[in-house]
């Protein structure tokens, strides 16, 4: 299935035979304090910049009624975020995974983030819909 929206997203987990945990990292784009003069300029533009995890969550597809309920959900945490990373983690035959269980792939998502290696995540922007970075 491609998925071009969260809405996409939802259904997608939704129709998996096994239950999922969606995963989340809500990312700000930010200029690095190194950044050459070049760089500024292109940040300026709305392009480059690095992504800087803020926050995570998982739940559970059911737990999601759409975006909109995500957005304001996240925003009770008090930071302003550009970008949210997705990744859905599978359960095995009846059972979904837990919060407990989805720890440890979240802090693994984090540091991916950080280093910039986004290619297993679906990203999205403050819209919803998925978005190509790089």
């Not at 200029?31 to 995890?53: H, I, K, M, N, Y």
């Not at 959900?73 to 990373?85: R, Y």
């Not at 859905?88 to 035959?93: E, F, P, V």
């Not at 984090?110 to 995540?121: D, H, L, N, Q, S």
Request: aromatic share 8%; no cysteine; net charge negative.
């Amino acid at each position: 299935m491609d998925i071009s929206s969260f809405d996409d997203l939802l259904r997608a987990a939704r129709a998996q035979r096994e239950p999922q945990r969606l995963l989340f990292v809500f990312t700000a784009v930010e200029l690095p304090e190194d950044s050459t003069a070049v760089q500024r300029e292109r940040f300026e533009a709305g392009e480059g910049g690095a992504l800087v995890p803020l926050m995570y969550a998982d739940k559970r597809p059911d737990e999601i009624g759409s975006f909109a309920d995500l957005v304001n959900e996240s925003g009770q945490f008090g930071h302003e975020w550009g970008i949210v990373f997705a990744a859905a983690l599978s359960g095995t035959g009846t059972l979904a995974p837990t919060s407990e269980d989805a720890e440890a792939p979240l802090q693994r998502m984090v540091e991916a983030i950080k280093r910039g290696e986004i290619a297993a995540f679906i990203p999205f922007d403050l819209q919803g819909q998925a978005v190509q970075i790089g």
